[in-house]
């Protein structure tokens, strides 16, 4: 049972690159979720899925385009990366809102 | 909006010392509450939770209480390792169209010997 992957594990981008960051899961989970963590900052939510077709934003959602086309697959796009999207990004999964999200081992971003 | 408050740290205990880390919640309707704890360079992983009020999450000798009326969910251990040195992180979730799952920033716990 895989859980939730992620990759690229480490990613350097120079700025105005684009990139997209995947996000798989194997448990048929309908909420998918995409976080960025910074120092200080814990854990801010950029884009989110209630199921496949549906996709809304999070509290950071400037510079990052999401879709979901299928329940396992859950892709982060940065159009054009800026030094400000440095950060570990995490991928997240759950059932439900009152069971545990599962997440990724992250991906390490660094935009020079 | 929904969010959470906990105690920023760091945090500085010697084995075997008692440990509290306090989170508050602010949300609507009946949030479920978790613990999770971040181990260094790793993601995320489930300590515990609680999906109604007065229930009582328990694992690996930590412990929270859903406390409605005071909306907070206080992470406890009567005597920590070193190995549960590590940053912790007190969540809710929301659910239905609106699923979110916010976190709080997080409380760097470091155990020493």
């Known amino acids: 049972n895989a859980g939730v992957t992620q990759t690229p594990k480490f990613q350097v981008l120079k700025t105005g690159q684009s990139m997209t960051l995947q996000c798989a899961q194997d448990?048929?989970?309908?909420?998918m979720s995409w976080y960025r963590q910074d120092p200080g900052m814990g854990l801010r939510l950029i884009h989110y899925?209630?199921?496949?077709?549906?996709?809304d934003q999070g509290e950071v959602p400037n510079g990052y385009n999401v879709s979901r086309s299928t329940t396992e697959d859950f892709p982060l796009r940065l159009l054009s990366a800026a030094p400000s999207q440095t950060s570990v990004y995490f991928c997240?999964?759950?059932?439900?809102?009152?069971?545990?999200?599962?997440f990724g081992q992250g991906t390490r971003l660094t935009v020079v | 909006g929904n969010s959470v408050t906990q105690m920023e740290g760091p945090v500085t205990l010697s084995e075997e010392a008692f440990l509290t880390i306090n989170c508050t919640y602010t949300?609507?309707?009946?949030?479920?509450l978790f613990w999770y704890v971040q181990y260094p360079g790793e993601g995320l992983q489930l300590l515990l939770k609680?999906?109604?009020?007065?229930d009582k999450g328990s694992n690996k000798g930590f412990e929270a209480t859903y406390r409605k009326e005071t909306t907070s969910f206080h992470l406890e251990k009567g005597s920590v390792q070193v190995s549960d040195s590590a940053v912790y992180f007190c969540?809710?979730?929301?659910?239905?169209?609106?699923?979110?799952?916010?976190f709080g920033k997080g409380t760097l716990l470091t155990v020493n010997p």
């Open positions: 899925s209630v199921g496949a077709g549906i996709t």
């Open positions: 997240a999964s759950s059932y439900s809102h009152r069971h545990e999200a599962f």
């Open positions: 969540a809710l979730s929301t659910g239905g169209s609106n699923y979110k799952l916010t």
């Open positions: 609680a999906t109604k009020a007065d």
């Open positions: 949300a609507t309707g009946y949030p479920s």
């Open positions: 448990m048929n989970h309908e909420y």
